[in-house]
């Protein structure tokens, strides 16, 4: 059943969606948030994406962890579900997907905060774990985003499954 906030959501209990076979940024979703005045975090972690090396056009497979502080909207996972499907024949660099998928969600959502890791599987004996971040502008979360990004890696876990 449908109420205000979830109104204009198109794909949530939809049977009928169509997978985008390209990158497809138009079917990322909102809803509102009802506690904007709290600050907490939303953490999605993904661990079916798939892109294909721009290069040789083999794929690459990760885990996206998307953490973010939302403001007035937050994201709707189904739709998050698609966009990131959306990636499985893009052709882009390990680092370019993160930051892609980045500024989209900053544009959909104007979040307080987000960050975007991706843990990649190794291709030729090398993972590429690239990390981006953003805080508001004029906001603590600028301060926050500076610090965590200084320091996201200081104290790597250990690596078992790859």
């Known amino acids: 059943m449908k109420n205000e906030q979830t109104k204009d959501l198109t794909l949530l209990g939809n049977k009928n969606v169509s997978y985008e076979q390209d990158y497809a940024p138009q079917v990322l979703e909102t809803f509102l ?5 709290n600050d907490y975090f939303v953490k ?3 661990p079916e994406f798939t892109s294909l090396c721009p290069i040789t056009g083999q794929p690459d497979f990760a885990t996206i962890y ?3 502080v939302p403001a007035e909207k937050m994201v709707e996972s189904k739709s998050l579900k698609l966009y990131l499907f959306s ?4 052709g882009d660099f390990h680092e370019d997907c993160v ?6 969600l900053i544009q959909l959502m104007d979040p307080k905060y987000i960050e975007v890791w ?3 599987l190794p291709r030729g004996g090398i993972s590429i774990d690239p990390y981006c971040n953003y805080g508001k502008p004029g906001t603590k979360w600028e301060q926050v985003a500076w610090d965590r990004l200084t320091k996201h890696d200081m104290f790597p876990e250990e690596v078992n499954n790859r």
């Open 87 to 90: 990636f499985r024949n893009h």
């Open 66 to 68: 998307i953490s973010y």
């Open 99 to 104: 930051n892609i998928i980045m500024k989209d």
């Open 33 to 37: 948030n009802k506690h904007p005045e």
């Open 44 to 46: 999605f972690n993904c």
């Open 118 to 120: 991706g843990k990649f």
